[in-house]
């Protein structure tokens, strides 16, 4: 194409036909620029375009993440309301006077099984690290979607952060349970071997002597348990909103 383009300028200028040579050469100036800029719209009209399809990658990753955080935070406060009820129904007893030996060793059975666990949070973090990480948030176009995944993922931070410190607090009340008295007899059936058997009645009678240290433990690990309901509560629901502002941009 350009080798023609040539030879028609040739031929002008050997017929000395300076005036249609200007024209011409200013026509294929034209035609040259108007070319650059078809290619350069098209260039960027691509570019858009793996913008555009990087973006809704990233926005269906996201927003499957959060539905699975949903559920996990569901299922966790599930557990601990659980945990709690065994708590409140072991404390009972221990607290009653009239308590059947059996009633007592099976309830704080259960509390050592399941009372004592601590809370957990263990969002998926995955694809906004990578976002974070590859400098991609701003694939993302509208800002304040943008601004409001930001802000969710530091929410998370928050909400690990004072799960963190009630673990920090409670572990060293929670401690004094295990060294100073042989609670974990009542843990697992894993564990029950390493102690000499007992009945119901001297099991009972041990917990009893040891009774304010199972109820400071109880009270320890039900107040953690309720704050950190409260937590993924208040996390699950703001997680519901930006995982249905996500859906409607898919």
Known sequence: MIKFFRKIRQ??????????????????????????????SINNWNEE????????VYLKRLHNELKKDIVTFSNEIQRLERNNEKIVNFSNVLKDENYNDSTLVALTREYMIFGTLYPIFNPSTSTFEDLSSTGNLSV??????????????????????????????????????????DALKFDTDYTSFLFPSASNENLAREIINDKNLFLRNAAVHFWMNKDCIIELKRINDKTRVISTILEKKE
């Open 11 to 40: 031929k002008l200028l050997i017929e000395n036909k300076t005036g249609k040579y200007l024209k011409y050469a200013i026509g294929e100036i034209v035609l040259v620029v108007v070319g650059i800029l078809i290619a350069l």
């Open 49 to 56: 375009r793996k913008q555009n399809e990087l973006e809704t």
């Open 140 to 181: 993302i176009s509208k800002t304040e979607i943008r601004d409001s995944i930001v802000k969710h993922y530091e929410d998370y931070q928050f909400v690990e952060l004072n799960f963190k410190t009630n673990y920090d607090w409670a572990t060293p009340i929670d401690a004094p349970l295990y060294t100073l008295t």
